[in-house]
Every structure is written in structure tokens, then in C-alpha cells.
């Protein structure tokens, strides 16, 4: 069975870092793309960033573009987002997710979702 | 960026009933559009992808149609584990954009 599980959430400060990580298993990590979407408290879901199956195509939702970085380790089937100048409005519980396909982009679908994890930026 | 639209945002409904949404993008997505469910608490999990194709496990009762920009999902007959929050979500181009949701509440 596929199994993904995100960690690394918390309390920030306005301004400061977290990076999360995302551990898989159950799969060929490497054949798929992989992705973050995220939920505020209270709202619906916002697509954050994807990575294809290899690691070389990147994009980025605009809210985060410049402040968060997506990254993945094959060879430990980990996936990571590296989030920089953390703001009051990324407050939400990220998931990360699965995708049907190993490049990134066109023809996505969210396959298999970890259970998420919170990060709340504040003072 | 691909806005997409929604509608309604919320409905009530029987069991038994029969419910669509709607779902509309800013312009055209071709057939790359996939709807989730998510209940309160819980990840999303994915009911149809490419518009109309039902992910393996998902009972028959959910169905989707359409192109282009505009797209429907159907429940032909609404059971009591189907009131949830359905989202679509269009996979044409980058950044991936998702709906603001359809709650879908017992009447």
C-alpha cells in the first residue's frame, strides 16, 4: 500500500523557515511526480508545487514562487518543501501527495495523499 | 493563470437524491480536469480524473462529464458517506488550480 508521511510542521515566526519532508513507501518513488497542496484553517485546497519523478521540472503556485523550494531524494524516497520567508497567510496543513504520472504538469491527478501537517506562522 | 468556478458552493440534499456540480474554467482545459472528496479531518482523495474516468475503487454512483470549460460532476444516488466537500481541479497547465469547493450537507 502506498503510505505517505509528511513532517516537520509547527510554529514559525513571521520571517522565518521550515522545511517539510514527505517519506514514502509502497511505490517506485522515482517513477512518479510528486506534489504539495495546501489547506488554511477553515478554506479549501491551494496547490502549492509540484516535482516530476526525476527531479528536474519544477513550478510553483505565484503565492509561493521565490519563497519556497521543492526538492526530492530519490535514494531515501523523500520528498521536501523548504519554505523561506514564512507568512501569516501560508498558516495551513500541508499534505503532500502522489501523482498518477512521472512528469510534472499537464495530465496531473492527486492519487494518494499523506494525512498532512501543520505549519502556523505567527508571532 | 486557469480560474476556476464552482457551483453552488454549498448545497442539501436526501440520501437517495440525485446531485451535480458544476465546475468552470477561464478558459479552455481540454479534458484535464479531476474532482476530489474530502470529509472533515481527513486528506482529499481523488473520485475521477481526465474529466470523466473513475479512479479504481470509487463506486459507480459518481460519474463525470464534459470539455472544454465546462464540466459536471454527478452522484447519481446520494448515500449517507458522500456528504463531504467535493473540489475540481484542472491539470491543463501550471500552476494547477483547484475550485473553491462544493459542500454538499444532508437535508
Known amino acids: 500500500d502506498v503510505q505517505l508521511l509528511e513532517s516537520g510542521g509547527g510554529l514559525v515566526q513571521p520571517g522565518g523557515s521550515l522545511r517539510l519532508s514527505c517519506a514514502a513507501s509502497?511505490?517506485?518513488?522515482?517513477?512518479?511526480?510528486m506534489n504539495w497542496v495546501r489547506q488554511a484553517p477553515g478554506k479549501g485546497l491551494e496547490w502549492v508545487s509540484i516535482i516530476s519523478g526525476s527531479g528536474d521540472t519544477t513550478y510553483y503556485a505565484d503565492s509561493v514562487k521565490g519563497r519556497f523550494t521543492i526538492s526530492r531524494d530519490n535514494s531515501k524516497n523523500t520528498l521536501y518543501l523548504q519554505m523561506n520567508s514564512l507568512r501569516a497567510e501560508d498558516t495551513a496543513v500541508y499534505y503532500c501527495a502522489k501523482d498518477r504520472i512521472g512528469a510534472a504538469g499537464i495530465g496531473s491527478s492527486l492519487r494518494n495523499w499523506g494525512q498532512g501537517t501543520l505549519v502556523t506562522v505567527s508571532s | 493563470d486557469i480560474q476556476m468556478t464552482q457551483s453552488p458552493s454549498s448545497l442539501s440534499a436526501s440520501v437517495g437524491d440525485r446531485v451535480t456540480i458544476t465546475c468552470r474554467a477561464s478558459?479552455?482545459?481540454?479534458?484535464?480536469l479531476n474532482w476530489y472528496q474530502q470529509k472533515p479531518g481527513k486528506a482529499p482523495k481523488v473520485l475521477i480524473y481526465?474529466?470523466?474516468t473513475l479512479q479504481s475503487g470509487v463506486p459507480s454512483r459518481f460519474s463525470g462529464s464534459g470539455s472544454g470549460t465546462d464540466f459536471t460532476l454527478t452522484i447519481a444516488s446520494l448515500q449517507p458517506e458522500d456528504f463531504a466537500t467535493y473540489y475540481c481541479q484542472q491539470s491543463h497547465s501550471t500552476p494547477l488550480t483547484f475550485g473553491g469547493g462544493t459542500k454538499v450537507e444532508i437535508k
Open positions: 509502497g511505490f517506485t518513488f522515482s517513477t512518479y511526480a
Open positions: 481526465a474529466a470523466y
Open positions: 478558459q479552455s482545459i481540454s479534458s484535464y
